[in-house]
């Protein structure tokens, strides 16, 4: 006769009570997914596993007090996206704080110490944004339209819908577009708007 899987709810259930052992089922459950977003969030293999650590200590904590309502897979998905976008907004302003010499910048290929400051203000400026959306919502734009998943593999990865995907994305995007639209590049006028 098979042996009966644990739900997730029934191993959250078990943490918050003090076993240990529960939550490291969770992981080992998950771990492939939880790994995949904080490799690809991290420049290095070791920033992924500052991001992954990080993200589930923070999971963890939350599913001692028995905050995790919906499913765990989301929950920690959506931690290490947030921990990976704070994790590069840090990377960002240091980044954009140093001073590069001057020798250096002449020969330097590639773009500009101006282009690259401004480069860095704009990637800031987007997570910045990003991080202010629900957590449901930014989570499904970092899957669809930052890591290229479709939109069945978003709704799997989040535990919902496809039809709750497009929904958040089409909110997320609405929102994002009026609050980063002095980052659009201004269009030349037309000659009919010259008077020409």
């Excluded at 991001?51 to 007090?65: D, M, T």
């Excluded at 995790?68 to 959506?78: D, K």
């Excluded at 994305?169 to 980052?183: E, F, I, S």
């Amino acid at each position: 006769m098979p042996v009966r899987l644990e739900s997730d709810r029934e191993l959250l259930d078990r943490y918050k009570t003090g076993d240990e052992a529960a939550f490291e089922v969770l992981y080992r459950r998950y771990r492939r997914r939880l790994w995949g977003m904080a490799r690809r969030m991290g420049t290095d293999l070791q920033q992924a596993e500052d991001i992954l650590v990080e993200a589930l200590a923070a999971v963890a904590i939350q599913a001692r007090r028995g905050a995790i309502r919906g499913s765990f897979i989301g929950y920690a998905l959506t931690a290490v996206h947030h921990r990976g976008l704070h994790v590069l907004e840090r990377r960002n302003e240091r980044w954009s704080r140093s001073i590069q010499p001057l020798s250096l910048a002449m020969t330097a290929s590639g773009p500009s110490p101006e282009d690259a400051v401004v480069n860095s203000h704009v990637r800031s400026e987007v997570a910045e944004a990003l991080s202010e959306l629900p957590d449901e919502v930014s989570t499904a734009v970092y899957l669809v339209d930052c890591q290229g998943l479709t939109y069945r593999e978003a709704a799997e990865s989040m535990s919902c819908s496809e039809a709750t995907i497009k929904r958040r994305l089409r909110t997320a995007r609405r929102d994002l577009a009026l609050r980063l639209a002095h980052l659009r590049p201004s269009r030349p006028a037309r000659e009919e708007d010259r008077g020409l």
